[in-house]
């Protein structure tokens, strides 16, 4: 029988720009969702962004826009990334939408007439940055235990959720509830919090201090504290309170994914919430560890922020994906190295699986000229690939109830080592040549069957290239219906199968990429891309520097880009210039994607005359560098905020 699946995000703050962390746990949540599809199971992925709170508000009055206006043009990052990565969530949540912002009004007024939520002084530390309230001794030497930043004491009437009334039933929820919290040492971690006293939870801010939030119900001096409102969407994003069939069709979820630094507001604030509405718990909530960078943590100053869209561009979507989900064990930590990334891609997906697909395809169309022959009797080593492909669904299917996918995707890729030693011990070249005809057929048959399997069980990782395999292998018409359909496959004879070019390119590390920070090349990329001549640039007019001077450089960041209609050449961007947003009109269309160069932090003229360009204006000009064929924009080594001089 399917079963249901109901697995979330947590929504990301729509100020920040997505960056490795809110990509690893999305496709981890995608891959999640497409393996419980792929297996037949009725499923269901939300994910969205948070719209509330002081920090949205401080950035759209810098750059002197209504916050409403700054979270619509920030949300498409997040939009933009996901459909570029692929990313088949069912729904998308926005808590500045009306159906949402009504759940969680309604939700504040059921708890306040039934005296779950009451007014009362408070004298806290507040943390601007993380927006949360922390008591003298939740402070670490003065400053904020989460941030390490100053504090502020701030003395008001607010209102409480009289959450330390359910201290003790949590405790002992959790206690009996193993799979609740996952994994179990962030049970214990939670537990650990739980035996110091709880606290009543502080549900509300004055106006006066922050008016970007949901009003309260019952009191329209104040707005609804963000966390409260932004956990809400767990239940508002599957018809809480406005579509009763659909939400009991999928409460309770299934998982929340989160990461780490966000277990608290998930193991006790939302347990006790739902507790207090008489919802049931979700099934499991996940904390995975942090994608670090050089093993220390990425932070903007550091300026070691991974952006996904860079890696997407330089090894493609699919690769990204596989190397985020076969990387990171959930629950540990992992780190992120463009070394570690190349060794990885090489080693298991250009040898491994590329090289399986290439040995394949080319024999049997030198056997058979492309069909899939029949296999005859099976021997010993038959029986251990098809051992080692079994034991790679069961895997699969373990791993997903546990949620440690990499190690499903470990024994996938156990089972296409196991398809190569296949090869080199049954030797089929040399079947051919001495005309063992019956068992050079078994032997192709055999390892095309294993690589099929395989394919179909990495799909929901990499759909692209998996795709593309199947259809290699001439699968793509056999109408496999997911994981779930392998059952049914009784055998892969009569494919026709097509040849292929290297599914995935061997990452060439040219010698001096290190040295010139430029990014390493596949072998396709590599060849196609022939060395320029020399060229001798005569720099025979001097400037002084006052003249260059007069040329103010700036750093912006692209917030949207488009096409402009009927010339292929040109993008329209708007970006973000310190406090000021310009547009620009760029002939770069034909070297990056709209979805690739938002996000970028670029270098452009900032006081350029105005031009019109095919009758738009552009505000300025960026600067890139052309050679040939090739196109890339100049952009800043590590990580800057807009609006800075340059010189
Ligand atoms: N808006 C809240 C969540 C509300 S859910 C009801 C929030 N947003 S966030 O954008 O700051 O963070 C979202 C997620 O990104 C968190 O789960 C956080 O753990 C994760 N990550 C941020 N940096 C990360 C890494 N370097 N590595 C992995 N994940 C990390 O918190």
Not at 18 to 35: E, F, K, N, Q, W
Not at 285 to 309: D, Q, R
Not at 358 to 379: D, F, M, W
Request: net charge negative.
């Amino acid at each position: 029988m399917s079963e249901k699946f109901y697995v979330t995000t947590p929504i990301y703050y729509v100020n920040d720009r997505p960056h490795i962390g809110h990509a690893y746990t999305t496709v981890l949540a995608d891959v999640l969702a497409r393996t419980h599809r792929s297996l037949a199971d009725r499923t269901f992925f939300l994910t969205g962004t948070d719209e509330h709170g002081q920090k949205v508000q401080n950035a759209a009055e810098k750059r002197g826009v209504d916050p409403l206006t700054h979270c619509d043009e920030t949300v498409v990052r997040f939009q933009e990334l996901w459909q570029r990565l692929g990313i088949t969530n069912d729904y998308f949540i926005r808590t500045t939408q009306e159906s949402h912002k009504k759940i969680v009004s309604r939700i504040m007024q059921d708890l306040y007439d039934r005296d779950e939520i009451y007014k009362a002084d408070y004298t806290g530390w507040y943390c601007v940055g993380c927006e949360r309230f922390f008591t003298e001794k939740d402070l670490i030497d003065g400053k904020c235990p989460d941030c390490s930043r100053d504090v502020n004491a701030i003395t008001e009437s607010n209102y409480f959720f009289r959450m330390s009334k359910y201290q003790d039933w949590l405790i002992d929820y959790i206690q009996t509830h193993p799979e609740f919290i996952q994994p179990a040492f962030r049970a214990n971690e939670t537990l650990g919090f739980l035996k110091k006293p709880l606290g009543d939870l502080c549900i509300s801010r004055p106006k006066s201090r922050l008016n970007w939030g949901i009003e309260l119900p019952f009191d329209p001096e104040y707005v609804c504290y963000v966390w409260f409102d932004a956990l809400i969407n767990y239940i508002s994003g599957v018809g809480y309170g406005s579509d009763e069939e659909k939400f009991n069709s999928w409460w309770p979820a299934s998982c929340h994914l989160i990461g780490k630094d966000i277990l608290t507001t998930h193991t006790v604030y939302w347990p006790t919430m739902l507790k207090a509405i008489g919802l049931p718990m979700p099934q499991t909530i996940f904390a995975h560890g942090w994608w670090l960078t050089g093993n220390s943590k990425m932070s903007k100053s550091l300026g070691n922020v991974v952006n996904p869209m860079d890696m997407i561009d330089r090894a493609g979507v699919d690769a990204f994906r596989y190397f985020l989900m076969a990387e990171m064990s959930p629950g540990n930590d992992a780190n992120f190295s463009e070394d570690g990334f190349i060794a990885r891609y090489n080693s298991d997906l250009a040898n491994d699986l590329g090289n399986l697909l290439s040995r394949v395809s080319k024999l049997t169309i030198r056997a058979t000229g492309g069909e899939i022959p029949h296999p005859g009797e099976c021997n010993d080593d038959d029986a251990e690939l098809a051992a080692a492909v079994n034991a790679a669904i069961g895997n699969m299917a373990a791993s997903l109830n546990s949620y440690k996918l990499d190690q499903g995707i470990n024994a996938a890729m156990n089972a296409v080592r196991a398809g190569n030693r296949y090869l080199e011990k049954c030797a089929p070249w040399t079947l051919a040549k001495n005309g063992d005809t019956a068992r050079l057929h078994t032997v192709l048959h055999n390892a095309a069957d294993a690589l099929c399997r395989v394919a179909v069980l990495l799909t929901p990782v990499m759909p692209e290239k998996m795709a593309e395999l199947l259809a290699v292998l001439g699968a793509d018409r056999a109408g496999i219906s997911g994981i779930s359909g392998l059952k049914d496959l009784k055998s892969v004879a009569g494919f026709v199968m097509k040849e292929t070019d290297p599914l995935f390119p061997r990452i060439v590390v040219e010698e001096d990429a290190a040295k010139t920070g430029k990014a390493p090349k596949t072998e396709k990329k590599a060849k196609a891309e022939k060395a320029p001549a020399a060229k001798e640039v005569p720099v025979n007019v001097v400037v002084t520097i006052d003249e260059f001077f007069k040329t103010k450089l700036k750093t912006a960041q692209v917030l949207t880009a488009e096409k402009v209609d009927g010339a292929d050449k040109l993008l329209k961007l708007s970006i973000e210039v310190g406090s000021e947003t310009r547009q620009l009109v760029a002939g770069v269309a034909q070297f990056y994607t709209p979805e690739a160069i938002v996000g970028k932090t670029i270098v452009i003229v900032a006081n350029l005359k105005p031009a019109k360009i095919r009758g738009i204006e552009s505000q300025g000009m960026l600067l890139a560098a052309k050679n040939g064929d090739s196109l890339k924009l100049v952009t800043i080594d590590g990580d800057m905020p807009s609006g800075i001089d340059i010189g």
